[in-house]
């Protein structure tokens, strides 16, 4: 075999070239893939807060919350806070119940806020993955070549 037409008339070749096909779009959509879950939005816990039913709020960012999920740890300690008032006494400050109690219900709405998605980021990553993805399927499209035809560029005919 010295030219790609006699290469194109064995069996093996064409399967060789459906399955490299196959295989630089899984490496791309596997790449990108991951490329959009990095850039994912995440929780910001600077801006998200608890707003209690009387109207007022408690930033989240000093607790160590780190997710949108409140747990029942944070619940009842949110809880606490919409029920609770800092009054002093005597020189000292004290949380003193507003009803005389803590509710068992809800009494406060979390707002959770996310960071936006990068998508610049997202988009420049994924033509430079688009761009390496290609250069080496070229690469080792060139390689099967030089093996196999002894030339990197063969003949059509």
């Known amino acids: 075999m010295k030219t790609l037409t006699e290469l194109n008339s064995k069996w093996w070749y064409r399967l060789l070239k459906v399955l490299y ?4 779009l899984i490496i791309l959509g596997v790449s990108i893939a991951l490329i959009v879950v990095s850039n994912a939005p995440e929780f910001d816990n600077k801006a998200s807060y608890v707003q209690c039913d009387d109207g007022r709020t408690f930033p989240v960012d000093k607790i160590g919350m780190y997710s949108d999920f409140v747990d029942s740890y944070n619940d009842r300690n949110f809880r606490t806070w919409c029920a609770t008032t800092l009054v002093e006494e005597n020189g000292v400050q004290k949380l003193k119940p507003i009803n005389g109690f803590v509710p068992d219900e809800k009494n406060f709405t979390f ?5 936006a998605r990068n998508w610049m980021g997202t988009i420049g990553y994924s033509v430079i993955a688009l761009v390496v993805v290609l250069l080496l399927s070229e690469l080792l499209r060139r390689m099967f070549y030089y093996i196999t035809l002894g030339s990197i560029r063969p003949k059509r005919q």
């Open 21 to 24: 096909i196959i295989l630089a």
């Open 111 to 115: 707002v959770a806020k996310e960071t």
